[in-house]
């Protein structure tokens, strides 16, 4: 499995995303499900994935020969408007999705794929989608102000509780490694390292891109900060009316 | 859907459920699934179900019918030991499904159920046990202090954070309602009012047990104080590299 979820909040994006794949309980690997492409100034665009692996990394590899062909119809630096990008990246994920189902008609694996898009392109807005194995998505929207894919129930409390569109990114960013690393704890399926990008509004580049693992010191004091938080909330939350009445407290 | 989670501390045991159920989205009912029969001072059973209510109520049913029948071969009043009574209990609930299943069998709706049994016997210890549809059942354990039943993912984070068996039974029942809590704030499958009852060691009776709604004052103030404790814990989480370095904090 996957977790991966997209923030859209004022001030910028916020896109994190686990790196456990596993075929199977005995066939668990690493591999980062977080893809940047920019030109800083001009586009910035990061891609998220669940789903089938050799399916978003063929994606990843069309949406780059793409890039790199300058004769090719379209690619992520030519396009104009995000939406246009989210159809692209979704009639590129269809067409390799039916290229391989042809092939294997009768084979039970799933090669869909889903997808979060968070990017912006100079004179617009920045935005999240989800885009859907059909080659359909939807956007974040301010009622909305997040996007998860994969194993997205562990972690969706906390996001429920603190995300706001007028939360800052920073904040943002640590309530996604919270949300990542409840989900970690909880289900083997979803692994660190974390991968975590920000991209603040108007900046038109991955302002800040870290890998997170065990060892990363912030991370280890994040971590055990919101062990000791919890905690403590838990402890010093009301007491039951019979705690007050009988001296049980 | 249906959420329960119960707890076994070396204290006693804490039951928690919701009531919603839900047949489709536009038949959506309030249901109590938290059912308790006591004989104070000999033995207490709280047992909880999620699934087809049809079969949970004919199970409770049942079960009341062989405690009310001074001829029946078993019933939870006659049991000795916990382990009978999850035994007994699973041989009602497979009978109930397997009379359903008889009489319709193209019919694609589950009459599974799945249900959570607390309780304690006079000389015997308190135990939580889950049973399965298939009648089979497994234990809560020192590893494993807690059992759910439902939509279990967004409340099992905070569990698995605070749950220890040395965890007081009222923490333990506050992480309770703090993990249904989050699940109805997340999932509209699941909804109030909350049932809660506490068993203390030894009682032999339910010690507490509540109706919890929205208007039920300490559930209120036990909600605000979380939400409040919450984004606090966010807030004052420690800072990312370049928020000390480039006084963005």
């Known amino acids: 499995m996957t977790y991966c979820v997209g923030i ?10 686990d790196t456990r794949t596993s075929a199977s309980f ?11 492409f920019e030109k800083p100034g001009e586009c910035v665009f990061v891609l998220m994935s669940a789903g089938n ?8 590899s069309a ?5 790199e062909n300058p004769d090719a119809p379209f690619s992520l630096f030519k396009a104009k408007r995000l939406y246009e990008v989210a159809d692209y990246i979704g009639r590129v994920l269809v067409a390799n999705q039916a290229q391989v189902n042809k092939k294997a008609q009768h084979n039970s694996v799933s090669v ?5 898009l968070g990017g912006q392109i100079a004179g617009g807005e920045a935005a999240v989608r989800l885009i859907y194995p059909l080659g359909n998505w939807i956007n974040a929207s301010p009622e909305t102000p997040y996007l998860q894919i994969g194993e997205s129930k562990y972690g969706k409390p906390i996001l429920d509780r603190i995300i706001d569109r007028d939360t800052s990114l920073e904040d943002a960013a640590r309530c996604a490694l919270v949300s990542l690393d409840s989900t970690i704890r909880s289900n083997v399926s979803v692994g660190l390292p974390i991968d975590l990008a920000i991209i603040r509004d108007g900046e038109l580049r991955v302002s800040q891109q ?8 912030f991370f280890a004091d994040i971590r055990e900060a919101w062990a000791e938080k ?3 909330a838990v402890h010093t939350l009301p007491p ?6 009988t001296g049980n407290a």
Chains 1, 2 share one sequence.
């Open 8 to 17: 859209h909040v004022d001030a910028g994006l916020v896109l994190a995303a």
């Open 26 to 36: 005995d066939d668990v690997r690493t591999h980062g499900k977080m893809h940047v």
């Open 53 to 60: 692996l050799a399916t978003t990394q063929a994606v990843i």
């Open 63 to 67: 949406l780059r020969r793409d890039i």
């Open 112 to 116: 869909e794929a889903t997808l979060i």
């Open 210 to 217: 870290v890998r997170i693992d065990e060892d990363t010191e």
């Open 230 to 232: 919890l905690a403590a």
């Open 240 to 245: 039951f009316p019979w705690e007050t009445t």
